[in-house]
C-alpha cells in the first residue's frame, strides 16, 4: 500500500471552524508507515467529524427518532432541513426586489440557505436561494463557486435540484434554486423507519432514484463528489404515506470530465472513497460517487454508517473496506450481494454504474420506464455558451463587495422542468 502524508492546505480555517466537508490534500510524500498516516488522518478528522459523526451510530435501539443521543442537534445541522424552515434571523435579501425571505432552510460548508418567495412569478413561486459570502470568500473558493453553477446548471432532471438564477446582493452572491420541501435525507432516514434507519423497500426506492439521477449526472460528465445523506433532499416528507421524489442537491465539489482529471481529495471524510483517502493521482470521480452511494445505502438500511469517525484506525479501515454488516438487521442477500460489491476498496473490482442498473435488487418495483428517462433527457440541450459567460462574470464581479452605484448583476439560468415560459414569454399561469 502506497503511504501518504496527509496535509491541509488552503482549506484550512474550513476545518478550523469545524465544518463538516473539510478538503484534503494527500501530497504522495512517503511518511515510512501505515501507522503514521493512520494516526496522522485521524487526526485530522477527528475535530470536524464530531459534528458530522452520524448520531445513530451511538443511538440505543428504541430511541425516539430524529432525537440526537446527547439530545443535542450537532452545530453543523442548525437549523436542520427538517423539511420546515427556521424563524427568519438575518434578513439577506433585505435589498432585494424580486424576492421575499422566508426562512432558513439550512447552514452548510459554505454559506447559509434561505427560503424565498419569487414575487415575479404568478401565483409567486417558492424557492431556495444559497447565499455565499462576497469578496474575500469567493476569491477563495472562485473555482469551486463557479463549478458549482456551471455544472449544476447544466443538469436538467426531476431528480436533481435544478438551478434558476444567480443574482449580486450588496453583500452576497445569490443561487436560486428549486426548492425542496421535504427536508434531506439525513432527517428522513432517522424519522420515517424502525430504529433510526429505513426498511428495505424504502431504502430501495432512494436508492434507485439516486442511481438514475447519478447515471444523469455521470453521462452529462460530471461527477458530483460529496454524495451524502445531507445533499439529497426530498421534494415532500413522505408522511401522507406517497412515496418522496429525491433531489440532489450541492454540487459545490462537481468536477466535469472536460476540466483535468480528479486529483484532490474532497468530500466528507466517511463517505470517501479509498483511493480518494489514498490520494491517487488522476482517480475515477464517478467510481468514487459510486462508493459514496455504498455508503449511503449502507447508512439508510443499518441506521449508522459502516465507517465510524469516532472509530479509531478510519482512514485504514476505508481504505481496507472493513466495514461489518449489524446482525440485528435482516437484509434480503440481494440487498447484501449489491452492497458488497459496491462497497469494494480497488476502484476496478468495484461495481459500476451499467452493473447496478441490472442488477436484480435495483430492478426490483422501479417504475416502468425510469431507466429510459435518462435516455429522453440527455437528448435536451446543454445550457448556451453565452449563459456560462455570463455566471463567470457575476461570480468575477462577487469577489468585490457591493456598493450603491453598483448595477444589478443577474443572470436567469433555465426554467426549471415542468415550469417552462411559453413561446409569448410570460410567466405560466397556474
Ligand atoms: N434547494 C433546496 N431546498 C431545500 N433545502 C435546501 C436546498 N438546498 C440546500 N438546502 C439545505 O441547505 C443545506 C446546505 O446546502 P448545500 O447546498 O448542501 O450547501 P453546502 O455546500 O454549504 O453544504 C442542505 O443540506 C439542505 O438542508
Ligand atoms: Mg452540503
Redesign the pocket.
Known amino acids: 500500500m502506497n503511504i501518504y502524508e496527509i496535509v491541509i492546505g488552503a482549506d484550512r480555517d474550513l476545518v478550523s471552524r469545524g465544518h463538516v466537508?473539510l478538503v484534503w490534500r494527500l501530497s504522495g510524500v512517503s511518511l515510512g508507515s501505515a501507522a503514521a498516516i493512520e494516526a496522522r488522518a485521524v487526526r485530522l478528522i477527528h475535530p470536524p467529524m464530531v459534528d458530522v459523526a452520524m448520531p445513530h451510530t451511538q443511538m440505543p435501539q428504541g430511541q425516539i427518532q430524529g432525537q440526537m443521543p446527547s439530545g443535542q442537534v450537532p452545530q453543523n445541522r442548525k437549523p436542520g432541513?427538517l423539511g420546515t424552515t427556521a424563524p427568519v434571523t438575518t434578513n439577506y435579501l433585505a435589498d432585494c426586489r424580486h424576492f421575499m425571505q422566508v426562512g432558513e432552510?439550512?447552514?452548510?460548508?459554505?454559506?447559509v440557505?434561505v427560503k424565498a418567495i419569487d414575487l415575479r412569478e404568478r401565483p409567486p413561486r417558492e424557492v431556495?436561494i444559497?447565499l455565499l459570502s462576497r469578496g474575500n470568500f469567493i476569491k477563495q473558493y472562485k473555482t469551486y463557486v463557479k463549478r458549482e453553477i456551471d455544472n449544476q446548471s447544466r443538469l436538467r432532471h426531476p431528480l436533481i435540484?435544478s438551478i434558476q438564477e444567480v443574482f449580486l446582493t450588496k453583500s452576497h452572491l445569490a443561487i436560486v434554486?428549486?426548492?425542496?420541501r421535504g427536508g434531506?435525507l439525513f432527517n428522513y432516514t432517522m424519522r420515517h423507519g424502525p430504529h433510526g434507519r429505513l426498511i428495505e423497500q424504502q431504502a430501495r426506492w432512494i436508492f434507485q432514484q439516486l442511481i438514475i439521477g447519478l447515471d444523469y449526472c455521470h453521462r452529462r460528465g460530471v461527477a458530483n463528489r460529496d454524495l451524502k445523506l445531507?445533499?439529497l433532499?426530498l421534494d415532500h416528507d413522505g408522511k401522507d404515506g406517497i412515496r418522496p421524489l429525491l433531489k440532489i442537491?450541492?454540487f459545490?465539489y462537481s468536477k466535469h470530465d472536460r476540466s483535468s482529471s480528479a486529483k484532490s481529495g474532497v468530500g466528507t471524510p466517511v463517505y470517501m472513497a479509498p483511493e480518494v483517502i489514498l490520494g491517487d493521482n488522476h482517480y475515477n470521480a464517478k467510481k468514487a460517487d459510486i462508493w459514496s452511494c455504498g455508503v449511503i445505502l449502507y447508512s439508510m438500511l443499518f441506521g449508522k454508517y459502516p465507517f465510524n469517525a469516532k472509530e479509531p484506525r478510519l482512514a485504514r479501515r476505508i481504505v481496507a473496506a472493513q466495514y461489518t454488516l449489524p446482525a440485528n438487521v435482516a437484509v434480503s442477500p440481494d440487498c447484501l450481494d449489491m452492497l458488497t460489491k459496491v462497497l469494494v476498496a480497488e476502484p476496478a473490482q468495484r461495481m459500476g454504474m451499467e452493473d447496478i442498473k441490472c442488477h436484480p435488487w435495483f430492478l426490483e418495483g422501479l417504475p416502468p420506464g425510469a431507466l429510459d428517462m435518462n435516455e429522453f433527457l440527455l437528448k435536451g440541450m446543454e445550457p448556451q455558451a453565452s449563459c456560462q459567460r455570463k455566471v463567470e462574470l457575476v461570480v468575477d464581479q462577487a469577489q468585490r463587495m457591493g456598493n450603491p452605484q453598483e448595477g444589478l448583476w443577474a443572470c436567469r439560468l433555465l426554467e426549471p422542468i415542468g415550469q417552462s415560459r411559453p413561446a409569448n414569454g410570460q410567466p405560466r399561469k397556474a
Open positions: 466537508s432541513n432552510l439550512g447552514h452548510g460548508t459554505f454559506g440557505v431556495a444559497k435540484v434554486m428549486e426548492y425542496a434531506d445531507e445533499n433532499l442537491c450541492d459545490g
